[in-house]
């Protein structure tokens, strides 16, 4: 089966632009201290974000470097848009993780979501101008 590259990428930009909205909607709530309702949509973003990292960010990836650019700038700017992605991914977990007491918190979990908002932040915006660069070729 062959994968349309493009496709993949018009898709997940779609979930990401949904999942912008659902986590600022979040980011909002707990501002609002309203936790219940933040952690409930925050327990749907997540792995969603995982589904669309393995449904469609990968063999989007794989597409890409299949047929490697000649610059090595745009490489280098989607290995940090990876990077930032799986930081985001890793804080995430962890922060649930200690929500469900599995793990004892090491630092203040304000600053760690505030760090995971941070990165994912990047992170979109980075991916927003890699799709930009990638496709509007």
């Known amino acids: 089966m062959i994968i349309d590259v493009r496709l993949l990428a018009e898709l997940n930009l779609i979930v990401q632009l949904v999942l912008a909205v659902a986590l600022l909607f979040a ?3 707990a501002l609002a201290r309203d936790f ?7 327990r749907f973003a997540v ?4 589904l669309a990292i393995l449904g469609v960010m990968l063999p989007s990836m794989y597409g890409y470097f299949r047929n490697p650019s000649t610059d090595p700038l745009l490489d280098f700017e989607i290995l940090i848009h990876h990077t ?6 890793a804080l995430w977990t962890y922060i649930n993780l200690i929500f469900m007491n599995i793990l004892k918190p090491k630092v203040r979990l304000k600053i760690m979501m505030r760090l995971a908002l941070g990165c ?3 992170s979109m ?3 927003l101008y890699l799709y930009w660069a ?3 070729v």
């Open 47 to 50: 792995p969603v974000q995982i």
């Open 36 to 42: 219940k309702r933040h952690c409930a949509l925050m």
């Open 125 to 127: 915006v980075l991916g």
């Open 120 to 122: 994912w932040a990047a």
């Open 27 to 29: 980011f909002r709530l």
């Open 134 to 136: 990638v496709y509007s």
């Open 84 to 89: 930032l992605g799986l930081m985001v991914v």
